[in-house]
């Protein structure tokens, strides 16, 4: 690649997904890059450059807009790659122009990447098309944070009588003014806006009303920056197009392939694992134990990987009858050529049910902290039970889960896969501070529960439930929400 050059990169508003192909390619090859607030960290993944944070920073100040190009020049004269990565696209009201100008002055070569601005993107993702046959067709884009002498100002009386569909960002510490020039100008106080905060993070929420209250809805909701406001007869489309937000607490490794998922159904995914597997190390006894059972039963997918790990598992397995509560655990075995058997329910219930008359003995291969229940039911059925533990449920320690549970408010669903996820999401509110938001959190939105154990855990703790599939999947449980929906 050519040396000393300066790449002026949109990272888009916010997701890693939303980024640029090239985007992604140049953050990989840069040999310093400079960005400006708390970043996804999935954007930096695979980059092997000198990370530069330009924005504010515990222990130092933000860099002043003449400190950045000065540091863009120098960086680039050392002869480095260097990518300028900024939210949204370069050039909205992103000073990328400014950068830009200042490098070419000095005879650095330059090169913009577009990016999805959030302008667009934010309206968006909370389902406000910024344009719409029959509503709206022209889009404003203005600030709403003029810096006197140093903007060409604003006409807030040709702005409020344009019609179509205005976006304000930077809006949120002027709010009430500019609310306030609009109906001055003549927009009417009843049209629809909206703020979206923080579109496309984790922690996006939407606050809709009319320009007569909503500065007043989004001060009491605590809207921050970053934000943009909408105003227009488009912000009501949301009430059909917007999705609803589905909080996925299962542990990390489930997360990516959870969150595809529940998107295929039209939920938007918050990723916040509540739990971590801990695999504990094989009983000494391991393979004596597996050949006195005659069946060897597996409750997830997980336990059955770690398990097949194990050459002696592997192979003892072939001898015996091999039980798989969930279509994902058969599917986890039949990936190592193990045929096995599920039962109809997958729930102790359905397992007693297919077993009931059939074996005498079964080994489970599962969680530290299976449950009792089961075991004791197949016991009192006259079974022989034993179990080895292959890992334990543990406290993810995860900050996804702590941003959710700081914005709890903003979700409209919770998806509780096992009791661990119900202790472990409650345990760390209450750690936080925040377990009374929490619960008046649930008793607000959805509680799904992936089955009995989990719904049982829930009333336990005194939360209700409100879906509980008729399978015991995680698909069969966003198929029960989507029904509801509908
Ligand atoms: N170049 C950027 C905009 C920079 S100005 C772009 O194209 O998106 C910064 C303003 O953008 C913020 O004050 C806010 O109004 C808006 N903004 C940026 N990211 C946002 C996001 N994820 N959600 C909502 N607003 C956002």
Not at 320 to 343: M, N
């Given at each position: ?13 916010g ?18 890059i ?6 996804d ?6 980059a ?50 400014e950068?830009?100008?200042?490098l070419l ?152 392939e959870?969150a ?36 060897v ?6 336990g059955?990987?770690?398990a ?38 997958y ?28 075991s ?5 059925a ?59 959190a ?9 089955g ?35």
């Amino acid at each position: 690649m050519a040396r000393g050059k300066v790449y002026l990169v949109g990272g888009g508003p916010g997701d890693p997904e939303l980024m640029t192909l090239k985007a992604k390619r140049l953050l990989s090859e840069a040999d310093v890059i400079l960005f400006d607030r708390l970043l996804d960290p999935r954007m930096l993944e695979g980059a092997r450059a000198e990370l530069i944070d330009v924005g504010k920073n515990a222990g130092r100040h933000k860099l002043s807009q003449e400190g950045i190009n000065q540091l863009l020049i120098e960086k680039a004269q050392e002869g480095n790659v260097v990518v300028r990565l900024k939210g949204g696209d370069p050039y909205l009201f992103g000073r990328g122009g400014e950068e830009a100008l200042a490098l070419l002055e000095k005879g650095i070569s330059v090169e913009v990447v577009p990016g999805v601005t959030s302008a667009v993107a934010a309206p968006e993702l909370a389902g406000i098309p910024v344009t719409h046959r029959g509503i709206a067709s022209s889009l404003l884009i203005v600030t709403g944070h003029e810096e006197p002498g140093k903007d060409t100002p604003l006409d807030w009386k040709a702005i409020a009588n344009l019609g179509g569909t205005l976006v304000i960002l930077m809006g949120v510490s002027r709010l009430e003014k500019n609310i306030a020039s609009l109906i001055a100008g003549g927009r009417t106080a009843k049209t629809p806006a909206a703020l979206v905060e923080k579109g496309g993070w984790p922690e996006q929420r939407m606050i809709a009303g009319t320009l007569e209250d909503i500065a007043q809805k989004a001060r009491s909701a605590g809207i921050e920056s970053p934000a943009i406001l909408v105003v227009g007869e488009v912000v009501e489309l949301a009430e059909k197009l917007a999705r609803d937000r589905i909080a996925i607490l299962r542990p990390k490794a489930q997360q990516e392939e959870s969150a595809r998922l529940a998107e295929s159904y039209g939920f938007q995914p918050i990723m916040a694992p509540a739990i971590a597997l801990k695999e504990k190390p094989l009983p000494e006894d391991l393979l004596e134990r597996l050949e006195r059972a005659e069946c060897v039963a597996f409750t997830s997918a997980n336990g059955a990987l770690m398990a097949l790990q194990d050459k002696g598992i592997r192979e003892a397995l072939t001898r015996k009858r091999v039980i798989a509560i969930g279509p994902k655990t058969e599917q986890a075995l039949s990936e190592y050529g193990l045929i096995s058997q599920v039962p109809e329910e997958y729930s102790s219930e359905g397992l007693q049910k297919m077993l009931s008359g059939q074996a005498c003995s079964i080994l489970f291969l599962r969680s530290a902290q299976g449950s009792q229940y089961l075991s004791e039911g197949l016991r009192q059925a006259g079974l022989q039970v034993d179990d080895i533990p292959l890992y334990e449920v543990v406290f993810s320690g995860d900050q996804r889960l702590d941003d959710l549970i700081k914005r709890a408010k903003s979700v409209e669903i919770f998806a509780f896969t096992s009791s661990s996820t119900v202790r472990y999401l409650l345990e760390r509110a209450r750690a936080m501070g925040l377990e009374k938001e929490l619960r008046e959190a649930l008793e607000r939105s959805t509680v799904a529960v992936i089955g009995k154990p989990t719904a049982e855990e829930l009333s336990r703790q005194g939360v209700k439930v409100d879906v509980m599939p008729e399978k015991f999947t995680f698909e069969a449980m966003l198929q029960a929400l989507k029904a509801r929906k509908n």
